[in-house]
């Protein structure tokens, strides 16, 4: 991450994207990855099942 930090002059390293520095993203991603609980993936692992076989 310090080739990405701005100091006196340009970063080492650009790193930009689609997402960067979206607050809308960061949050909705954030959400995303608390929901992931141990049973809610266990449920979504059965439904992916129940839906190939």
């Not at 979206?22 to 099942?49: E, F, Y």
């Amino acid at each position: 991450m310090q080739l990405t930090k701005r100091t006196k002059s340009k970063p080492a390293v650009y790193h930009g994207g689609t997402f960067s520095a979206n607050p809308l993203s960061i949050t909705a991603g954030l959400a995303a990855l608390q929901s992931n609980t141990k049973d809610a993936v266990a449920q979504m692992g059965d439904t992916i099942r129940s839906e190939i076989m």
